[in-house]
């Protein structure tokens, strides 16, 4: 898990190079502490509009 945490640096820096590659790169962001299906179709729909 603690890979999956970065630095908004860190993640400027892989957007843009993800961005150069082609990619569309989406955000979802929220309060995700208590998981419920809103949320799971949000990630979803976020995921279908972009490749990263």
Avoid: M, P, W, Y
């Avoid at 957007?15 to 299906?37: A, E, M, P, R, Y």
Wanted: proline share 0%.
């Amino acid at each position: 898990v603690k890979e999956k945490i970065v630095s908004i640096e860190r993640v400027s820096k892989i957007s843009n190079q993800q961005k150069q590659k082609g990619k569309t790169v989406v955000l979802c962001h929220g309060v995700f502490d208590l998981l419920h299906i809103g949320h799971i179709k949000h990630f979803q729909e976020a995921k279908a509009l972009g490749d990263l």
